[in-house]
Every structure is written in structure tokens, then in C-alpha cells.
């Protein structure tokens, strides 16, 4: 099932980029955070019940992290560069920094400070969805050790929380704070944790229902208020609302949805490509920007090159991964034998 929700969230970030909105919000936003969420769940599962134990689990956590989040990313950097490059779409001016900044990924979490334009046009930015990237690798980079200790994970998501609050109404500045630095949504990975899967111990039931009554609680505040709410208050809140029951409801599935790996790995694909295919589509100016054939192409021209780009990178990065493991599996076997004798 997660497989298919990624890949509806991935399509809600899209078209929130070409001003699809819903009754007046983001749906991208919405998305991002059920994104967070997930992916503290995912995280979670994976240090708790797939790495097996030893001295090497939190490297061979990283190298996964890795292997998923980067080699796709890689290669859509260079489908933008030879894009850019071939038409100068958005006249950028690239320095050696900029392109270190977009092969480390955290740095595009911290936009504001380096350039203001990254979401409207490729001024130094290839992808400008991967500020939500480097936001996840922060998390990435931390995670085992929260995990290792509970009470500080505790204590993390309490002062995050706070944060977030604070930011919903104002006194630090709420779009930073409340949707995009790390400080401010850490807490959101960190229900992603304790939702994980069923069953639930009572700490982390309590938590969960904790979390969605003080989120229930600032989304009456901010709707009934009479001033306008701050940054992306409705929609980070939203994400939280509507993602905690899913995310909680998917855990406890038995069903098993077909392709759902596949349909994971286009989404991901959907998320890193479609500001490619808008500035193409920008470019030979044959359609309506917002249109309805503008749209269809869109859709049609992304899934068609997330699907191709799964094929020619995932799919043979796995097999050639997995083909590694079980050849060092069985060599590891052979030294048993031979030790043995």
C-alpha cells in the first residue's frame, strides 16, 4: 500500500508546482509532510527488523540510505545539467560551490540563506524539490542514534514540537521553522518512528494520540482565528491530520498491493524529474501552461521517464547489489566450512 501512496503524494507535489491548488492550499505540502512521516517509518523499520545485528549496522545503514536516495538523483542532476546546458533555461550561472552543493543535497535544505530563487527558477538549484532531501539526510545521518536511545528521541521531538508551534503562530518565522528546517520538523520523523507497525506498545500509543490532539487543537485555533494563517500553518497540519490515521492504518494491513515496490520506486522517480519536464515544457512553449493537455502531458512525460529511469538505474543497481551480497554470503559460508575442517 505505501508503495501507491508515495507515488499519489509524489504526483500532489507535482502538481502543486504548476499552481494546482485545493480550495486555496498546497496539496505539495501536504504531501511533504506524510513524506517525513513515512519516512521515519520506514527508517525505523529498517534498523529495528531488516539490518541484521553487529559493529557494522549503522554503516550498513547509511550505505542504504545511500544506494536508495542517491544514484537516481545523480542521474537526474545530469539529464538538468545537459538540459540547461543545451538551451541555458533560466540563464544560470553555475560555480564549482553550486554544483557541490547540489551533489551534497543538505545544503539545498538551507536555500534562504544561499539563494532566495531556488524554487522559482534554476538559478544554482538542478532539482529544486531536494530541499526536502537534504532535510531527510539530516534526519538520516541522526536517526540511528535516536532510535538507539529513546529518551533523547523523546526529548528531540518534545523541543521540536515546541518549535513547530511556535513557528504556527508567528514568533519565528513560520515557513522555515514550521515546514523546512530541521529543527522545526523533526518531531513529524519522529511520529513516523513510533507509528512504524502494529502492535503499538502503550508509550507509543500514548504519543500517537498525543500528537494528533495537540495537532487537532492548532488546526481549530488557526481555522477559527480571524488572522491569516502563518506560512504553511493549514497544510503542514493537514499533512498531519489526514497522514497519522493512513500511515496507522497501513500498518495494520495484511493485504498485499501488486507492483507496490515498483510503484515506490516510480514515485521517488515522479519527485526528482518533474521540474525537468516543466522547464522542458516552458521551453518549446507549444502548451498553455496549467491547461488541461498541458497537465496530461505532463503526468504522461513523467511517468514515462521515472518508469524508464527505475528500469535503467534501479532495477540493474539492485541486481548487481544483490548479486555482491549473495556472493559474499557464500564466500563467508565457504571460510565457515574451511574454518570447520
Known sequence: MLGYLRLILAVLVMLSHIGITIYGLNPGVIAVIIFYMLAGMVVTHLWQDVL????????????????????LYLFTVVLTLVFIGITA????????????????IIPLNYYMVIDSQILTEPAWCLIPPAWSLGVELQVYLIMPFLLMYPKIRFSIYIISIIIYTAANNALIPADYFGYRLLPGVMFIFIIGCYIKKAPYSKFERMIIV??????????????????????????????????IPILVLSGQMKVRFSYNSIVGSMSYGIFLMHFLLIWALDEVKLLEKGSISYIITLVVSVFLCSAFSVYLIENKL????????????????MNNITSKK
Open 318 to 333: 539492485k541486481k548487481r547489489v544483490i548479486g555482491v551480497v549473495k556472493k559474499q554470503k557464500k564466500t563467508k559460508n
Open 89 to 104: 533555461y533560466g540563464q544560470p550561472v553555475y560555480t564549482l560551490k553550486a554544483l557541490l552543493n547540489n551533489l551534497l
Open 210 to 243: 498525543f500528537s494528533y490532539g495537540l495537532i487537532v487543537g492548532q488546526y481549530l485555533l488557526i481555522t477559527n482565528s480571524d488572522g491569516v494563517a502563518a506560512g504553511f500553518s493549514k497544510e503542514t497540519l493537514l499533512g498531519l491530520l489526514i497522514g
Open 52 to 71: 541484521p545485528l553487529g559493529r557494522g549496522k549503522l554503516l550498513n545503514f547509511y550505505k542504504d540510505r545511500l544506494i536508495r536516495i542517491m544514484p
